[in-house]
């Protein structure tokens, strides 16, 4: 069994701005829990980092609150990034109640080599990068493998349905037929050179619009000059 991870957080004061907070490497943060009273924390960036990177969203979290004699047991439920930095901004957490299913998103990982891409030049698609899934809180997975060593041939696949999980513990939530992982031939020399020509012509399309636009705007600049000219010629006489 993997071991628990503990995120120590600190009571939030909600008169504190969320910039300050920032600024003070600090991520605000909500908890969730049934029959307990939702709390506004403060967690320190780097040490929720560390633990996310471990436990990611699907692996039960020991949140430890200042002022608190026992730890509470989370689920990272969701995260709020800067669009810009990739920063994290917010957290959602939430209460695990034991012995009461629960549904959360475990992420799909890639393990092998497939013969197909290797030898036959296919190129492997992913198509989906995790699944929904319920199940207890004792039984929840930080990741589901799958061996892509399988896909010999052009075309072949991997689906929901062939997820080698124990369907008395899990049930997945995704459709059965819904594809993760395939196998596609790779691109003849002439849509290679189709590609690149559709390429070529919308960086020039832009290009030409790009230039358009400016020479509009400087006929725009020039008639303005030209008019500014005129008045104060005007004012003159």
């Not at 475990?106 to 929904?132: F, H, Q, W, Y």
């Not at 189709?194 to 790009?210: C, F, I, K, Q, Y």
């Amino acid at each position: 069994m993997n071991e628990v991870l503990t995120l120590p957080a600190t009571p939030r004061d909600l008169a504190t701005k969320v910039r300050n907070l920032r600024n003070e490497r600090k991520i605000p943060a909500e908890y969730y829990g049934k029959e307990k009273e939702n709390l506004h924390l403060a967690i320190d960036y780097q040490t929720f980092r560390k633990v996310f990177r471990a436990a990611g969203s699907s692996s039960i979290v020991n949140l430890a609150v200042e002022g608190e004699s026992e730890p509470r047991e989370i689920l990272v439920q969701n995260v709020d990034y800067n669009p810009l930095t990739d920063e994290f901004l917010h957290l959602d957490l939430m209460q695990i109640e034991r012995g009461k299913k629960m549904i959360t998103k475990v992420p799909i990982r890639l393990t092998g080599e497939s013969s197909a891409v290797k030898t036959l030049g296919g190129i492997l698609t992913n198509n989906k990068a995790e699944i929904e899934i319920k199940c207890l809180p004792k039984d929840l997975l930080k990741e589901i493998v799958v061996d892509i060593a399988k896909l010999e041939e052009i075309g072949a696949t991997v689906r929901v349905k062939d997820l080698e999980i124990d369907p008395k513990k899990y049930e997945i939530l995704d459709e059965e037929e819904t594809m993760l992982v395939t196998i596609i031939a790779p691109k003849t020399a002439e849509e290679a050179e189709e590609d690149l020509a559709e390429e070529v012509g919308e960086a020039v399309s832009d290009e030409v619009a790009a230039e358009g636009e400016e020479e509009k705007a400087a006929a725009l600049a020039s008639k303005e000059s030209d008019t500014e000219k005129k008045e104060k010629g005007g004012d003159k006489k």
